[in-house]
């Protein structure tokens, strides 16, 4: 253990259970335990770098609010910056004043040493803040940025026929090039902006092209219309896609590095009357490494969680709209379940992350592959365990289903509104009661709710409004730590930065399952869930605010079916 973290443990900021939920994420996703420390909450960043800077006697720099001249920024390339999270503070007479995160990384300073051909001296921030003015000053500069570079062929007056843009792309790439560039800044800028996909839209008389952060989508300025043929040949080249295609619908995928990170993109194209349309999502592999402890489950959710997906047969369903994390939360389950002793196999459509010792199968229409073909196939290939990528159909149920009741732990996804509502779903699909009642362990429900920023979040009471609407009572009022979000520059002025889940999980009983056996409505098995203790995402969302994780607003739209 290092002596800065020693520091935290003797004073008890961190406990021994906290270190080892630490350990767990630092080894799944590849960080240090110090950071990982940081994401959960358990640490400061802030104070993890005064430590640090005490520990290795340098200096500890607040980049919060601080401006750096351009003449300082220029010194360092920003690709140098992003990829090593390094920036220029000041010049300090011969040498230039880094502010670092690791100043461990000698590999770092000799390669700052050698491009500046100076001294370097080093001071020391949280990680955060170095990210947060890396975006501010290199935004400033003369650094190219997308919006930048709109407005450069907004003023000028280079034309792109469809044949000198297919030639363009078809032929030896070269990184200069104008359309190329935009492309690849379209896709770096929406990965530092925490973007979850990418659209690109035609209309009449522009290209507009927005970002979806946190579950919103953020407009940038739009390019005219005449760089759409030379944009989308660019994006198919990326993708392996049929550039000559403009009648079809078309998927494909792109691989893309950003610093020392892989990202992979899922691309999809769709004749619209202005032209194809273009949506990237984007597939951070570090989302499904964070391992089921920091899915955000409260401790009851959590142990009945382990308990179901250890069980040795039976279905468990995750449901809720697209978007609501159900691929994180069931790949989370596989990668605490991935040992060498059980084989695990995946239908899905498609194969959104590419996960180590599983063996994941694709659905293609194309060829009459679909779930219920792979699921026959599959179970002659003597798996544990199975992820059916969604049910929508009878026959897809009825195979997954069959598939738990011959010795099968089975994964899959469903579209409902909340828990109970997949039972009833199953029926009206076709499948017969009796084995829905009898295969079924468990149903989890999920939304995404908005996390306040941890930058500029501030306590603040309820308002009469929202007591009455949450009915909190006055113990509620006093033990709660409400806080909300005044917004400032990391989180783009929203309040939020970040989304956690929040969760309903009903476990079936024997209660539960003579009223599925009976085909009684969902409202009813909802009531009877409530009695046995079941929490609801709205129940779950509230505690959450209590906890000053999120906002009231944000459950309020939850609760109002905002989500």
């Known amino acids: 253990m290092s002596d800065w973290l020693q520091r935290f443990v003797e004073d008890g900021t961190v406990g021994d259970s906290q270190l080892e939920e630490a350990r767990s994420m630092a080894a799944n996703v590849g960080i240090t335990v110090e950071d990982a420390l940081v994401r959960l909450g358990y640490i400061d960043g802030s104070d993890l770098a005064r430590v640090q800077a005490d520990h290795f006697g340098h200096d500890f720099v607040d980049l919060e609010g601080r401006q750096i001249p351009n003449t300082v920024i220029e010194l360092v390339t920003e690709s140098l910056a992003r990829e090593n999270i390094v920036i220029p503070v000041e010049v300090d007479g011969a040498a230039v004043v880094i502010a670092m995160h690791n ?19 080093v001071v020391m ?25 709109i407005s450069d062929f907004t003023e000028t007056e280079i034309d792109f026929t469809d044949v000198e843009a297919t030639r363009a792309m078809e032929g030896e790439e070269d990184d200069s090039a104008p359309i190329i560039r935009l492309a690849n800044l379209i896709v770096a800028e929406a990965m530092q902006m925490r973007a979850s996909d990418i659209h690109v839209e035609p209309f009449d008389d522009r290209i507009r092209i927005r970002y979806r952060i946190d579950g919103a989508l953020i407009e940038r300025d739009s390019p005219p219309k005449r760089l759409l043929a030379a944009l989308l040949s660019r994006f198919k080249i990326m993708a392996n896609m049929d550039i000559s295609e403009k009648r079809r619908p078309q998927d494909g995928r792109i691989k893309h590095r950003l610093g020392n990170k892989e990202f992979d993109l899922r691309v999809s194209i769709l004749p619209t009357n202005h032209g194809q349309a273009v949506v990237m999502r984007i597939l951070d592999r570090d989302n499904i490494k964070i391992g089921i402890r920091n899915l955000g489950f409260g401790e009851d959710n959590y142990r009945t969680f382990q308990n179901i997906i250890r069980r040795p047969n039976g279905i468990f369903l995750v449901t809720g709209p697209t978007g609501s994390g ?3 939360t069931l790949y989370s ?13 995946t239908a899905e459509d498609p194969v959104e992350y590419y996960l180590a010792g599983i063996n994941q199968v694709e659905v293609k ?8 073909k792979i699921i026959k196939s599959m179970l002659r290939q003597a798996p544990n365990v199975i992820l059916v990528g969604e049910i929508r159909d009878t026959e897809t149920g009825e195979m997954a289903i069959q598939a738990s009741l011959t010795g099968h732990l089975v994964f899959s996804t469903l579209h409902t509104n909340d828990a109970p509502g997949a039972v009833t779903r199953l029926i009206d699909m076709g499948v017969q009661p009796f084995l829905v009642a009898c295969s079924l362990m468990a149903v989890l429900a999920q939304r995404l709710v908005k996390v306040v ?37 990391a989180c783009q002025h929203t309040g939020y930065h970040g989304r956690r889940a929040v969760f309903e999980l009903m476990t079936m009983n024997s209660t539960l399952r003579e009223m599925a056996f009976n085909s009684e409505p969902s409202q009813n098995i909802r009531r009877q869930a409530r009695l046995f203790g079941m929490k609801t995402l709205a129940d779950d969302a509230k505690e959450k605010a209590s906890q000053g994780l999120t906002s009231l607003s944000e459950v309020r739209k939850l609760t109002l079916g905002g989500h």
């Open 103 to 121: 100043p461990n990384n000698i590999d770092v300073l000799d390669k700052l040493r050698f491009m500046l051909d100076r001294d370097v001296k």
């Open 125 to 149: 921030a949280p990680m955060e803040s170095i990210q947060g003015a890396i975006n501010r000053h290199y935004g400033q500069t003369e650094t190219e940025s997308v919006d930048t570079m």
């Open 326 to 328: 159900k691929t994180t």
């Open 333 to 345: 389950a596989l990668g605490e379940l991935n040992r060498p002793d059980r084989k695990i196999i």
């Open 365 to 372: 229409h194309s060829i009459g592959l679909d779930f219920s």
């Open 453 to 489: 920023c941890e930058k500029c979040r501030e306590p603040y009471q309820p308002t009469p409004e929202e007591v009455d609407f949450f009915e909190l009572s006055p113990e509620e009022l006093g033990d709660g730590n409400w806080v909300r979000g005044r917004g400032c520059a």
